[in-house]
């Protein structure tokens, strides 16, 4: 099983939107940019490829806070509903068909009956 979580921009792992390695095959990718203190860095990040080939994907979203009051809410619509978005744009969006989703309710609030009605469990 691959424990998977997501950030609101849609990263998972570290395989972050615009980044040439959203379509890499192999396992594991370095991945190579500007961190959140502004420094360069090199992590190592499980690719898409390879969390779409896990025996059980499982991605997890929850929680809000003052400085994102909608939580992931946004992110989950683009990553579940969003037509538009490419794993090159919205990473997470890749696991959409293959992933099982562990969303709380301030994650799924935003969702449509549709999605909600195929991804969450009342």
Do not use: N
């Amino acid at each position: 099983m691959t424990l998977i979580g997501v950030g609101r921009d849609g990263h998972v792992g570290s395989i972050y939107p615009d980044i040439d390695d959203t379509a890499a095959t192999r396992a594991v990718v370095p991945i190579t940019g500007v961190d959140g203190m502004g420094q360069l860095s090199t992590k190592i990040s499980l690719s898409l490829a390879a969390m779409r080939a896990s025996r059980r994907a499982v991605v997890a979203c929850a929680g809000k806070s003052l400085k994102a009051p909608l939580g992931k809410a946004e992110a989950m619509v683009r990553a579940l509903e969003g037509p538009d978005e490419t794993p090159r744009s919205f990473p997470v969006s890749a696991l959409r068909e293959t992933a099982t989703w562990l969303l709380d309710e301030d994650s799924a609030m935003l969702l449509s009956e549709t999605t909600t009605g195929r991804v969450c469990d009342p």
